[in-house]
């Protein structure tokens, strides 16, 4: 018996041993695009300068407004932070590979890559529930929230939201670095992503599934029912408002933020609450593609629209 589990063991390692390893992998992006390839290379990059503009203007005004010193439009300048970081970590290479039709990279590129859309990802997810937190407090506790929500549990909320996003989404990329990759040396996808890149795997990759599924209950189930509870009770408590004028006032202050966390909840869960073997690659592409490149453009978009203090802000500081 000992012999023949030995032997089998012998017969795995020398099969594995006889296979290349890959360390480098060509993502095929959108293949076939054909007459639309400059087109649509020319709308993703207008987007990305418009995400970028958008975003940083967003933390100038903050910065530069003193009636948007308050820690709503701090969590905002955060938000806006973590849109930069997610789109600037995908769109370039995204455009590379539609430009020219396909591009290579290394796996620890591949891996970093994954990090930092993990960390961007996961850093909005608790920024989105301190935001719903602070509209909680200043709707349900208006006479005690500049005591409660104050500049050093601003400070606080924000360290950990980026404390929590950089180290959890770092056992998912060490664990996928520690496996053996037999190849395809291909990826039909424009981002590294955990699905994508398991499929290159020979190693179990149970593990990583695994992890993922643990990992959904701190980074997207718990701040989901966090948001919903801090909603139920603004809305119970704007109800109680006697006043017409006084509902729209206290509505207006929370309306921007449930938009922006109906559009990113909707987009992630559909992206990563379904079976990775779910979803054909067209699908995942596309969702891919609104929650890296639509989602951080419209979060400055509902956010300037729809926020009366910002757009006099814009208008102030840009003399429109």
Known sequence: MEKVLSDTVYGTFLNMK?????????????????????????????IYFLTLFANILIIVLVIVSKKLHSPMYFFLTQMSISDMLMTTNTVPE???????????????????????????????????????????LAICFPLLYNSMMDSTLCLKCIVLCWILGLSLMLVTPITIGNFLFCGPDY????????????????????IVQIEILILCGPVIIIPFIIVMVS???????????????????????????????SIYYSTLICTYAVPFKGKSASLSKILCLFYTVVTPILNPIIYTLRNKDIKEAVMKHCKV
């Open 94 to 136: 995204m455009l590379s590979i539609i430009y020219n039709e396909g591009n290579s990279m290394s796996l620890k590129c591949c891996l970093f890559q994954l990090y930092l859309y993990g960390v961007s990802a996961v850093s909005e997810c608790f920024l989105l529930t301190v935001m719903s937190y602070d509209r909680y």
């Open 187 to 206: 990826i039909d996808h424009f981002v590294c992503d955990v699905a994508p890149l398991l499929e290159l795997s020979c190693s179990d990759t149970v």
């Open 231 to 261: 909603y139920i009770y603004i809305a119970l408590t704007i109800i109680r408002i006697p006043s017409i004028t006084g509902r729209q006032k206290a509505f207006s202050t929370c309306s921007s933020h449930i938009t922006v966390v």
């Open 18 to 46: 006889n296979q290349t390893m890959i360390t480098e992998v060509f993502l095929l992006g959108f293949p076939n695009l054909g007459r639309y390839r400059i087109f649509i290379f020319s709308q993703i990059l207008g």
